[in-house]
């Protein structure tokens, strides 16, 4: 939230501010497409250290950013900021899916059987989602503690203090060679090039299901920054601890439902088109909530948005890691990141452009109109998986 803030607060207008938050999606996807592959050949340990290393002296030129915008003919401050968040979104794009495509990696490392492998990695893709989400529930509390007093300084230099901490943490962390996975179980599957193909239509629809996440909730977050600081502007409201709030709100409902999974095929399928039609609905919400008086009802939508993504979320990312596909889970795990990023990067630039020309009700409601054929074609690859699957147990 910090650079958005700090755009709308030193001259930026509303879409500006979606650029702020567009831009490091696009310059993730470039990140997480290249980095994925390489890391597969080359190694994680040292990915990980180049991403945290050039992501620390982002958030030093962050936390400099106040200091340079009251220097005369500053303007190209604003600038400057942009271009560190597209960085910022190129280095961290290095950094997830190798994260990420280590979870499966380890729970291959210490089972030997396909089921075995399956339940280790869900585990371990709910703790790491129970880290994320409770990173992001500190990161909104402390945003909104800080920002009352209006301590931007702060916001912007905490990240940098938690970014110094991750490297040193890095001085412990080591590689699992490739060689030591068990020969007869890899990346969380046992080889079976028959099911890896079956397979396909979860690791499409996954990536498929990541793209919808960031599309919706980026969107959302924009519209709704970019709302309440109309409502500053025209009834004193108090932007930054409503914003906080609601962050607050979602972030604390998403920790809870993103580390639980169905793991039937069956279950998992009408949980994610109940989420995806959930989220409709929460959009056209928020649309006929936009207004002077209505925007109270906004503390209802938002843990409720925080329910359905994060079993969204979870489901899409369980989908992809236990895939199979041996040897590539770096490269899918950067399809899948690459996938949201594109989302992250059209809901803002959608919202921002919205906003500055239109209403912020209109923004919901483009959204959902957008989101329409999104589930239709989510329903599409849950047929042909069904089909595909159907097929494979008769001749079975």
Not at 147 to 161: C, H, K, S, T
Not at 274 to 291: K, W
Not at 323 to 348: V, Y
Not at 379 to 387: D, E, G, Y
């Amino acid at each position: 939230m910090g650079i958005p803030i700090f755009l709308l607060q030193n001259g930026g207008d509303n879409f500006s501010a979606g650029l702020a938050t567009a831009f490091p999606s696009a310059a993730y996807i470039l990140s997480t497409l290249v980095f994925g592959k390489i890391f597969d050949r080359f190694g994680r340990k040292m990915t990980l250290n180049m991403s945290l290393t050039v992501t620390l002296g982002i958030h030093a030129i962050y936390f400099m950013l106040p200091l340079l915008i009251v220097l005369p003919e500053s303007s190209w401050v604003l600038y400057l900021a942009l271009l560190m968040r597209a960085s910022e979104g190129l280095f961290t794009g290095i950094f997830w899916p190798v994260l990420e495509a280590d979870i499966s990696s380890v729970a291959s490392f210490y089972t030997a059987t396909e089921s075995a492998c399956c339940k280790e990695t869900g585990n371990g893709i709910s703790l790491f989602n129970l880290g994320w989400n409770i990173g992001l529930l500190g990161g909104a509390i402390s945003f909104l503690l800080l920002m009352e007093p209006g301590w931007l300084f702060l916001v912007l230099f905490i990240p940098l203090i938690v970014q110094a901490i991750n490297l040193v943490l890095m001085a412990f962390y080591k590689d699992i060679k490739k060689e030591k996975l068990p020969a007869q179980c890899k990346d969380g599957h046992l080889i079976d090039k028959e099911k890896e193909q079956s397979n396909i239509y979860a690791v499409v629809l996954g990536i498929f299901i990541v793209f919808m996440y960031g599309f919706s909730l980026n969107l959302v977050y924009t519209t709704t920054t970019n709302f309440f600081n109309f409502l500053e502007t025209s009834f004193a409201l108090k932007v930054i601890w409503t914003l906080g709030i609601l962050e607050t709100l979602r972030i604390a409902f998403q920790t809870i439902t993103s580390t639980k999974f169905k793991h039937g095929n069956g279950s998992r399928y009408k949980i994610v088109l109940f989420t995806c039609f959930a989220i409709l609905a929460i959009m056209v919400a928020m649309g006929l909530s936009a207004g002077n008086i209505w925007y109270i009802l906004f503390f209802g939508w938002y843990p409720f948005l925080g329910i359905v993504m994060g079993s969204n979320y979870a489901e899409s990312i369980n989908m992809v890691e236990n895939a199979g596909f041996t040897g590539k889970k770096g490269q899918i795990m950067g399809f899948f990141e690459a996938s949201g990023s594109i989302g992250a990067f059209i809901g803002p630039f959608v919202a921002g452009y919205v906003t500055q020309t239109s209403t912020y009700p209109a923004s919901y409601f483009i959204g959902a109109i957008i989101f329409v054929p999104m589930i239709a074609t989510v329903f599409l690859i849950v047929m042909l998986s069904r089909k595909k699957n159907n097929n494979a147990s008769h001749l079975g």
